[in-house]
Every structure is written in structure tokens, then in C-alpha cells.
């Protein structure tokens, strides 16, 4: 293969890779967590669209319990953004890592 045709295979997987990462980006991703009470909506770009507390776990006298849950669910929906994006990246790569992708 000559240098050119690899030139151009790689422009080709670069411009499939930031059309395919604008997809995700555009996405939203709804993630439920302790039993539905929490539910937080996340775009692909990783940004918190919303937040949703179900008023029953709203006691303040369980304060930090709330936090906790919150925590615990923004935690999940970046994971849910991230195993998109691996996708994505072993999509273009074929698995291969060290591309910085």
C-alpha cells in the first residue's frame, strides 16, 4: 500500500469519527437510578440536560442520602456517554487503542 492510499484512508476514518462523534453529541441519554426515584438526562457531549427527584425521596432529614442518589445517578449516565463513545471509538479503530480518540 502506498503512502497516499494510507493518506487517504486515514482522512476517510478521521471525517467517520467526527461525523459519528456529532451523533453522539447530539443524543440524549435517560439514565434511572435508586429504583426510578432519581432520573438524570444527559447529552452525548456529557451535560446534564435535567434532573428528576421523585417527591418521595425528597425527605430532609435524608439529606445526604439525596445527594448520594444524585450522585450515583450522574455517575451512571456518564458511564451510559462513555460506553457510546468506546463504541464509536472500536467502531473506527477495530479496537485498537493508543489513537487518542
Given at each position: ?85 468506546e463504541k464509536i471509538n472500536n467502531q473506527m479503530t477495530g479496537g485498537m487503542k493508543g489513537?487518542?480518540?
Amino acid at each position: 500500500m502506498n503512502i497516499n492510499a494510507l493518506m487517504q484512508q486515514a482522512q476517510k476514518m478521521q471525517k467517520e469519527m467526527t461525523k459519528l462523534t456529532k451523533e453522539l453529541e447530539a443524543k440524549s441519554f435517560t439514565v434511572s437510578s435508586a429504583g426510578g426515584a432519581i432520573e438524570v438526562v444527559i447529552k452525548g457531549t456529557k451535560r446534564i440536560e435535567s434532573i428528576k427527584i421523585d417527591e418521595d425521596a425528597i425527605d430532609p432529614s435524608e439529606k445526604e442520602m439525596l445527594e448520594d442518589m444524585i450522585k450515583i445517578a450522574i455517575n451512571e449516565a456518564l458511564e451510559v456517554v462513555e460506553k457510546e463513545f468506546e463504541k464509536i471509538n472500536n467502531q473506527m479503530t477495530g479496537g485498537m487503542k493508543g489513537f487518542g480518540f
